[in-house]
């Protein structure tokens, strides 16, 4: 038996790529890299290909290639970045934030490679289509997100059916405790300062709106097949407990830990396996408090739509997601405010509902019809 992990790294530069390469570092007699990307980073892409001699490189972003330093040769483009992710593998990571992940996150299961997805845009627009993919190639989806990663971890796969709910836990965001009527005013520099974790703009936005923990939801739902109902969302600012599985006998049982994307992807990359990190000791005594909150959903209106999401046939992820990319997108150009943002998502559900795609072109035909229904209502606004 071949003793190395073979495995791509898609979003190689981002927020999940540095975690991952911190994971590789650790265990270097247990993965080859065997294939890199990024979007613009060309300078850290060119570090990650030196450092892990990785072969195979993909630069999304044509536009910075002259600065390429590498030593294997760089390939540019979206379309390269799908032929990376179908090169046979054990293990493609996808770390790609935003719907620009979608095809090579479905190239790379399409051809038989197993995914470890932290993408979780990809999931919730096409979700279904994924998992019927990977039922038929026999290929498995493992979750990195934290949270998903726990109720992994938690659930007995051979007691299913003894579940009674899950419970997702939440930051809260940079501003949980922050007044209701200045949420308007706020400015991007502060929705990018999360109070726990680092991690790239779009995410953070989503956490500082709570369209993160909406996005959560229907990707819970769809990674275990649970229904909207089941899924329970406590506000837990110090993100120690990452999620709970209630069983139906009144057992819980919960994911705890330090908040470091490390473990989760040490938990898909090894899976069944686990590996020895060598990370600082985790103890309940050296933790002083624990707190929870009911979430707020006046102050938070976007988590509720997350719900609606799986149960309102009006409301479809799709459109949620492609408007809210765009309507972030906007917030961090300074073009709308804070607040603003769920308001054009809210409207842009209202103005347009789909029917339930079939397949991957279909959801980014809806995909491209929602992120114009939303620009015109941005446009109108200013
Ligand atoms: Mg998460």
Redesign the pocket.
């Known amino acids: 038996m071949r003793d190395k992990k073979n495995i791509i790294l898609l979003g190689s530069t981002g927020s999940i790529g540095e975690s991952c390469l911190r994971l590789l570092r650790k265990n270097r007699e247990k993965f080859n890299l065997i294939g890199v990307s990024a979007n613009n980073n060309v300078k850290l892409l060119s570090e990650i290909v030196n450092e892990f001699d990785v072969p195979n490189v993909v630069l999304s972003n044509p536009e910075n290639a002259k600065d390429y330093f590498g030593k294997h040769e760089l390939t540019l483009g979206s379309l390269n970045l799908i032929e990376l992710s179908k090169i046979n593998c054990d293990i493609v990571i996808s770390g790609i934030s935003g719907m620009s992940g979608l095809h090579s996150a479905f190239a790379a299961i399409s051809v038989g490679n197993n995914l470890a997805i932290a993408n ?1 845009e990809a999931l919730v627009s096409a979700g279904k289509i994924f998992l019927d993919q990977s039922i038929k190639n026999n290929v498995k989806i493992l979750p990195v ?4 990663s726990a109720i992994f971890q938690c659930l007995d796969n051979h007691n299913i059916s003894n579940l009674d709910f899950i419970t997702l836990t939440a930051s809260g965001g940079p501003f949980l405790f922050t007044p209701i009527e200045d949420l308007k005013n706020i400015k991007p520099k502060d929705a990018i300062k999360h109070p726990i974790w680092k991690m790239g703009k779009k995410i953070s936005v989503d956490s500082a709106t709570m369209f ?1 923990k909406a996005l ?1 939801i229907i990707e819970a739902s769809i990674l275990f097949d649970i229904k909207s109902e089941k899924i329970e969302v406590t506000i837990h600012p110090e993100h120690i407990i990452h999620g709970l599985v209630h069983y139906k006998d009144g057992s819980v049982i919960a994911n705890l830990g330090f908040p470091d994307m490390i473990t989760p992807l040490s938990v898909a990359l090894n899976w069944p396996s686990r590996s020895d990190l060598n990370l600082k000791k985790f103890s309940l005594n050296s933790i002083s408090k624990l707190s929870f909150y009911k979430p707020d959903y006046k102050k938070f209106p976007a988590l509720k739509l997350g719900w609606d999401a799986l149960q309102n046939p009006l409301c479809s992820p799709i459109v949620l997601n492609a408007a809210n990319e765009i309507a972030v997108d906007a917030f961090l150009k300074n073009k709308i405010k804070f607040t603003d943002i769920f308001d054009i998502v809210y409207e842009t559900l209202n103005s347009y509902n789909p029917f339930v795609p079939k397949n991957i072109d279909e959801v980014i035909e809806i995909d491209k019809i929602a992120r114009s229904h939303s620009s015109q209502i941005i446009n109108r606004l200013r």
Do not use: G, L, R, T
């Not at 997100?145 to 998903?148: L, M, R, T, V």
């Open positions: 979780k997100d934290s949270e998903h993160n959560e």
